[in-house]
């Protein structure tokens, strides 16, 4: 059971190009988020999803875009990479809530180094 | 927005003794207040979690208790074990069904560093 799955793990990156961290979850969840953590911040929220097709900005938007084409898959990407998104970005997933608040699943994350 | 508040930012408590994280939120609407545990290099994992229709909830030696007047929650581990040094987040959640705006995600305290002393 691989629950969610980030690739890649590890990536350098030159100012100003661009790519794509892919999060990939197999519980059949409704809700995905994408987060980074900085040291000293915690974790913060860049986008979400609460279903294919639809998004919705986090706390720290601004620089990303990202999109939920499958169900399954929730694509975070980087335009024109800067050094300030040298992070850990961490992807999680969530059953959708019914009468109580399900709790959020983390991938292993995606480190981040920007040049 | 929500914002979360988490002391102290590092513990060190002697290995046998109790640790207890505070954390404080801002906004009334939330209702849903985990726990997560981080090891160097790896996931948050989730501990424990309340919901705001209960004020306190044991899991083995780890509790968190919640004081919604007072607008903040607790964890509390007792007989602190070596392999409890970690980094500890506390978050909240607004419980708000989707409605196509505010964020729906966890608003995340900035954890607190806990090192067990042998």
């Known amino acids: 059971n691989a629950g969610v799955t980030q690739t890649p793990k590890f990536r350098v990156l030159k100012t100003g190009q661009s790519m794509t961290l892919l999060c990939a979850q197999d519980?059949?969840?409704?809700?995905m988020y994408w987060y980074r953590q900085d040291p000293g911040m915690g974790l913060r929220l860049i986008h979400y999803?609460?279903?294919?097709?639809?998004?919705a900005k986090g706390e720290v938007p601004d620089g990303y875009n990202v999109s939920r084409l499958k169900k399954q898959n929730f694509l975070l990407g980087l335009e024109s990479a800067a050094p300030s998104q040298t992070s850990v970005y961490f992807c999680?997933?969530?059953?959708?809530?019914?009468?109580?608040?399900?709790?959020?699943?983390f991938g292993d994350g995606t480190r981040l180094s920007i040049l | 927005g929500e914002n979360v508040e988490q002391h102290p930012s590092t513990l060190s408590v002697q290995e046998g003794d109790s640790a207890v994280i505070k954390c404080t939120y801002s906004?009334?609407?939330?209702?849903?207040f985990p726990w997560y545990k981080q090891e160097l290099g790896k996931r948050p994992q989730l501990i424990i979690d309340?919901?705001?229709?209960?004020g306190e909830k044991k899991d083995q030696r780890i509790a968190v208790t919640l004081n919604k007047t007072a607008k903040h929650f607790s964890l509390h581990i007792t007989e602190t074990q070596p392999e409890d040094s970690a980094v500890y987040f506390c978050?909240?959640?607004?419980?708000?069904?989707?409605?196509?705006?505010?964020?729906?995600?966890?608003?995340f305290g900035k954890g607190t560093h806990l090192i067990i002393q042998p």
């Open positions: 999680a997933s969530q059953k959708r809530r019914g009468r109580g608040n399900q709790p959020q699943h």
């Open positions: 519980m059949n969840h409704e809700y």
């Open positions: 999803s609460v279903g294919e097709g639809t998004t």
């Open positions: 906004d009334s609407a939330s209702n849903y």
């Open positions: 309340i919901r705001s229709n209960v």
């Open positions: 978050a909240a959640r607004i419980g708000m069904e989707y409605s196509g705006g505010g964020a729906d995600g966890l608003t």
